[in-house]
């Protein structure tokens, strides 16, 4: 009934008269009514097929790859070949076009979920009825650690932690096809809901004081053994019995990567020389080791341990190109150590410099 009332008053005042039924009228009337019910059913057809608008995923024609989406490719391709994501991350030609600042920050969101992925993937159990399956799964995945690795580790600002974590997902190259939305929804909640407060109040989004409801999942489900092979736990506990094996996990990852100091460990060409007592190593030692940050240490097997003063690219660093030093750690320099004072013992006049491993 609204349509023909519609229709009539779009025909014009001359096409009825008052008493007299519309279709009595003039030809040029009635074809004019004929004519506006027609457009308004056409109109009302476009209507009912008219489907909501999705969000459309981000176009990578101009895009240029950050440091998260670096990272969340790089485990979600290891995850599918598995294999260790910090040797995929070197042949990654996105992490190499990184600028220094972004190439570190992606090789530290790399090496956390890849340190701490026991205790990630507890805290996301707690929080996940049934696992993603099928050909997202594997970036999926990768997102959530990510952002778990952020909040509860890094400790990231949770509103950067999650928006920039779940915005990587609508790149369209992250995923062939394009991973559908409700999938990212399902992402963003996960993380929101790791990052509440756990008393209830609403936090600023930038507060990392508050406690979250994901670091007390982190506290109280889960340990660093969570992090280390199980074999590997059942031997230690063979060997050295389960207090000495609880030790050892909290040595090797401690429950707080915040207070812990960041250190690296350098053996050197000079450091065997020094080792059996040339002063003219222990010299070079020395004047290497002021070139690399206030707070280097010569360590008693002569090394060189970092402090935190050095940053960036170890291989912009003073003598990295000549070869002078490598990162090795102090502990796996030992048997080396054994075998070259063995060595000197047998023949004093043994030149060092030239030595070989097949010589040991």
Known sequence: MLAVIAALLLAGADGFEVGRHPTSGSTAAKQRIRSSLKSLSTSRTDDANTKPTKRRQTTHNNFQPNARFVAISVL??????????????????????LEPRDRAFARLLVATVERRMG???KVLDCCIDKPNKGKHANVIRATLRT??????????????????????LRISSISKPPIPEPM??????????????????????DDITTEMYGEMLLNEKTSPQDN???WLLDRWRNDWGHKATELICREMIPPDDTSVTSRIDLSTKYSLSAA???????????????????????????SIRVGPSMKGDVKLWPKYDSGTWWVQDASSTLPALVLSSALHKMNPQ?????????DM
């Open 76 to 97: 979600s391709d290891a995850a599918a070949a598995e294999t260790f994501a910090t040797r995929e991350l070197e042949g990654s030609v996105h992490y190499q076009n």
């Open 119 to 121: 205790q990630i993937d």
């Open 147 to 168: 952002g778990v690795a952020q909040l509860l580790f890094l400790r990231t600002p949770p509103f950067a932690a999650i928006k920039e974590t779940v915005q990587v």
């Open 184 to 205: 990212i929804r399902f992402v963003n909640g996960v993380l929101r809901k790791l990052s509440r407060p756990i008393d209830g109040e609403k936090a600023d989004e």
């Open 228 to 230: 280390i092979s199980q």
């Open 276 to 302: 059996i007592g040339m002063n003219d190593s222990v010299n070079e030692l020395q004047t290497l080791m002021a070139s690399l940050g206030d707070d280097a240490i010569l360590l008693p097997q002569y």
């Open 350 to 358: 043994l030149d060092f410099s030239n030595l070989h491993v097949v």
